[in-house]
Protein backbone atom coordinates (compact mmCIF):
# COMPACT_ATOMS: atom_id res chain seq x y z
CA UNK A 1 0.00 0.00 0.00
CA UNK A 2 1.41 3.71 -1.00
CA UNK A 3 -0.41 6.97 -1.67
CA UNK A 4 -0.95 6.21 -5.13
CA UNK A 5 -2.86 3.00 -4.46
CA UNK A 6 -4.69 5.22 -1.71
CA UNK A 7 -5.49 7.84 -4.39
CA UNK A 8 -7.26 4.85 -6.40
CA UNK A 9 -8.78 3.56 -3.59
CA UNK A 10 -10.17 6.86 -2.69
CA UNK A 11 -11.15 7.68 -6.16
CA UNK A 12 -13.74 3.87 -6.11
CA UNK A 13 -15.02 5.43 -2.49
CA UNK A 14 -15.74 8.79 -3.97
CA UNK A 15 -18.38 6.52 -6.94
CA UNK A 16 -20.89 6.34 -4.38
CA UNK A 17 -21.42 9.49 -3.21
CA UNK A 18 -21.10 11.06 -6.92
CA UNK A 19 -24.11 8.80 -7.27
CA UNK A 20 -26.09 9.70 -4.21
CA UNK A 21 -25.71 13.61 -4.82
CA UNK A 22 -26.51 13.16 -8.75
CA UNK A 23 -29.43 11.65 -8.58
CA UNK A 24 -30.72 14.14 -6.23
CA UNK A 25 -33.20 17.01 -7.39
CA UNK A 26 -31.40 20.40 -5.61
CA UNK A 27 -29.06 22.07 -7.72
CA UNK A 28 -26.77 22.02 -4.48
CA UNK A 29 -26.61 18.44 -4.55
CA UNK A 30 -25.65 18.54 -8.23
CA UNK A 31 -23.15 20.70 -7.95
CA UNK A 32 -21.32 18.91 -4.80
CA UNK A 33 -21.92 15.77 -7.03
CA UNK A 34 -19.87 17.64 -9.86
CA UNK A 35 -17.54 18.94 -7.25
CA UNK A 36 -17.02 15.02 -6.16
CA UNK A 37 -16.29 13.61 -9.84
CA UNK A 38 -13.97 16.63 -10.56
CA UNK A 39 -11.95 15.71 -7.50
CA UNK A 40 -12.48 11.58 -8.18
CA UNK A 41 -11.05 12.80 -11.87
CA UNK A 42 -8.18 14.60 -10.39
CA UNK A 43 -7.10 11.84 -8.72
CA UNK A 44 -6.64 9.21 -11.80
CA UNK A 45 -4.27 12.02 -12.71
CA UNK A 46 -2.17 12.27 -9.60
CA UNK A 47 -1.95 9.01 -8.58
CA UNK A 48 -0.33 7.91 -11.79
CA UNK A 49 2.22 11.24 -11.68
CA UNK A 50 3.07 10.11 -8.44
CA UNK A 51 3.28 6.74 -8.40
CA UNK A 52 6.19 7.13 -11.78
CA UNK A 53 7.48 10.05 -10.30
CA UNK A 54 8.50 8.54 -6.93
CA UNK A 55 9.17 5.42 -8.30
CA UNK A 56 5.82 3.44 -6.74
CA UNK A 57 4.27 1.55 -9.50
CA UNK A 58 2.65 -1.90 -8.34
CA UNK A 59 1.04 -4.40 -9.90
CA UNK A 60 -1.64 -4.03 -7.63
CA UNK A 61 -1.80 -0.12 -8.71
CA UNK A 62 -1.71 -1.36 -12.79
CA UNK A 63 -4.46 -3.40 -12.27
CA UNK A 64 -6.83 -1.03 -9.61
CA UNK A 65 -6.16 2.35 -11.49
CA UNK A 66 -8.14 1.66 -14.71
CA UNK A 67 -11.07 -0.35 -12.76
CA UNK A 68 -11.57 2.79 -10.95
CA UNK A 69 -11.39 4.85 -14.00
CA UNK A 70 -13.92 2.79 -15.34
CA UNK A 71 -16.36 2.63 -12.14
CA UNK A 72 -16.09 6.65 -11.85
CA UNK A 73 -17.68 7.01 -15.19
CA UNK A 74 -19.90 4.30 -15.98
CA UNK A 75 -21.69 4.55 -12.28
CA UNK A 76 -22.40 8.60 -13.00
CA UNK A 77 -23.26 7.75 -16.64
CA UNK A 78 -26.00 4.81 -15.98
CA UNK A 79 -27.40 7.60 -13.00
CA UNK A 80 -27.37 10.39 -15.65
CA UNK A 81 -29.54 7.64 -17.44
CA UNK A 82 -31.22 7.34 -14.40
CA UNK A 83 -32.64 11.11 -14.23
CA UNK A 84 -32.53 11.57 -17.93
CA UNK A 85 -29.60 13.51 -18.60
CA UNK A 86 -28.65 11.35 -20.96
CA UNK A 87 -30.09 8.31 -23.19
CA UNK A 88 -28.96 4.84 -22.54
CA UNK A 89 -27.74 4.05 -25.94
CA UNK A 90 -24.24 6.01 -25.76
CA UNK A 91 -23.26 4.90 -22.10
CA UNK A 92 -23.87 1.04 -23.36
CA UNK A 93 -21.56 2.09 -26.11
CA UNK A 94 -19.20 3.70 -23.58
CA UNK A 95 -19.47 0.61 -21.21
CA UNK A 96 -19.38 -1.75 -23.29
CA UNK A 97 -16.14 -0.57 -24.99
CA UNK A 98 -14.37 -0.03 -21.80
CA UNK A 99 -15.33 -3.98 -21.02
CA UNK A 100 -14.26 -5.36 -24.60
CA UNK A 101 -11.14 -3.71 -24.08
CA UNK A 102 -10.43 -4.71 -20.65
CA UNK A 103 -11.17 -7.72 -21.18
CA UNK A 104 -8.76 -7.55 -24.75
CA UNK A 105 -6.22 -6.56 -22.18
CA UNK A 106 -6.93 -9.29 -20.07
CA UNK A 107 -6.35 -11.93 -23.28
CA UNK A 108 -3.43 -10.49 -24.65
CA UNK A 109 -1.77 -10.57 -20.89
CA UNK A 110 -2.53 -14.63 -20.79
CA UNK A 111 -0.71 -14.55 -24.11
CA UNK A 112 2.69 -12.51 -22.50
CA UNK A 113 1.34 -9.40 -24.22
CA UNK A 114 1.05 -6.02 -22.32
CA UNK A 115 -1.43 -3.69 -23.69
CA UNK A 116 -0.52 -0.70 -21.92
CA UNK A 117 -2.68 2.77 -22.33
CA UNK A 118 -2.51 4.05 -25.26
CA UNK A 119 -2.14 8.15 -26.15
CA UNK A 120 -5.34 7.81 -27.59
CA UNK A 121 -7.35 5.44 -24.69
CA UNK A 122 -5.87 8.45 -22.45
CA UNK A 123 -7.08 11.25 -24.59
CA UNK A 124 -10.52 9.03 -24.63
CA UNK A 125 -10.70 8.94 -20.81
CA UNK A 126 -10.21 12.53 -20.17
CA UNK A 127 -12.82 13.60 -22.73
CA UNK A 128 -15.32 11.02 -21.22
CA UNK A 129 -14.15 12.88 -18.01
CA UNK A 130 -15.10 16.64 -19.20
CA UNK A 131 -18.42 14.96 -20.91
CA UNK A 132 -19.45 13.43 -18.02
CA UNK A 133 -18.81 16.77 -15.79
CA UNK A 134 -20.54 19.31 -18.24
CA UNK A 135 -23.95 16.14 -18.44
CA UNK A 136 -23.41 16.70 -14.49
CA UNK A 137 -23.59 20.70 -14.43
CA UNK A 138 -26.59 20.57 -16.75
CA UNK A 139 -28.66 19.15 -14.53
CA UNK A 140 -27.50 22.11 -12.15
CA UNK A 141 -27.20 24.80 -14.29
CA UNK A 142 -30.12 27.67 -14.44
CA UNK A 143 -32.53 27.51 -17.77
CA UNK A 144 -31.42 30.93 -18.76
CA UNK A 145 -28.18 29.15 -20.20
CA UNK A 146 -29.86 27.54 -22.94
CA UNK A 147 -25.92 26.50 -24.25
CA UNK A 148 -25.01 24.85 -21.95
CA UNK A 149 -26.94 21.82 -22.83
CA UNK A 150 -25.39 22.06 -26.33
CA UNK A 151 -21.68 22.29 -25.02
CA UNK A 152 -22.62 18.92 -23.10
CA UNK A 153 -24.02 16.71 -25.47
CA UNK A 154 -21.40 17.78 -28.04
CA UNK A 155 -18.89 17.15 -25.31
CA UNK A 156 -20.54 13.78 -24.82
CA UNK A 157 -20.41 13.19 -28.95
CA UNK A 158 -16.55 13.51 -29.11
CA UNK A 159 -16.16 11.54 -25.75
CA UNK A 160 -18.38 8.90 -27.77
CA UNK A 161 -16.05 9.22 -31.31
CA UNK A 162 -12.68 8.94 -28.91
CA UNK A 163 -14.40 6.11 -27.03
CA UNK A 164 -14.97 3.83 -30.54
CA UNK A 165 -11.76 5.16 -31.77
CA UNK A 166 -9.56 4.26 -28.83
CA UNK A 167 -11.24 1.01 -28.87
CA UNK A 168 -10.48 0.26 -32.47
CA UNK A 169 -6.64 0.70 -32.14
CA UNK A 170 -6.40 -1.40 -28.74
CA UNK A 171 -8.09 -4.37 -30.57
CA UNK A 172 -5.93 -3.43 -34.06
CA UNK A 173 -2.91 -3.13 -32.00
CA UNK A 174 -3.53 -6.44 -30.06
CA UNK A 175 -4.08 -8.14 -33.74
CA UNK A 176 -0.83 -6.93 -34.99
CA UNK A 177 1.05 -7.80 -31.57
CA UNK A 178 -0.39 -11.50 -31.31
CA UNK A 179 0.05 -11.77 -35.02
CA UNK A 180 3.62 -11.19 -34.69
CA UNK A 181 3.65 -13.22 -31.61
CA UNK A 182 1.72 -16.14 -33.73
CA UNK A 183 4.53 -15.83 -36.82
CA UNK A 184 7.50 -15.82 -33.93
CA UNK A 185 6.30 -18.86 -32.66
CA UNK A 186 5.76 -20.70 -36.22
CA UNK A 187 9.17 -19.98 -36.97
CA UNK A 188 10.54 -21.47 -34.27
CA UNK A 189 8.58 -24.56 -34.45
CA UNK A 190 9.76 -24.85 -38.40
CA UNK A 191 13.30 -24.14 -38.87
Do not use: C, H
Not at 96 to 121: C, D
Request: net charge positive; no cysteine.
Amino acid sequence: MNLPIALTLVRIVLVPLVIVFLISSSRVSVLIAAVIFIAASLTDWLDGTMARRWNQVTRLGTLLDPVADKLLVAAALVALVQVDVVAAWPVVVIVGRELAVTGLRGVALSMGLVMGASRLGKTKTVTQYVAVTLLILQRGVAEEFAYFPLLALLALWIALALTVLSAADYFYRFFLSAGAKVLVKDRERWP
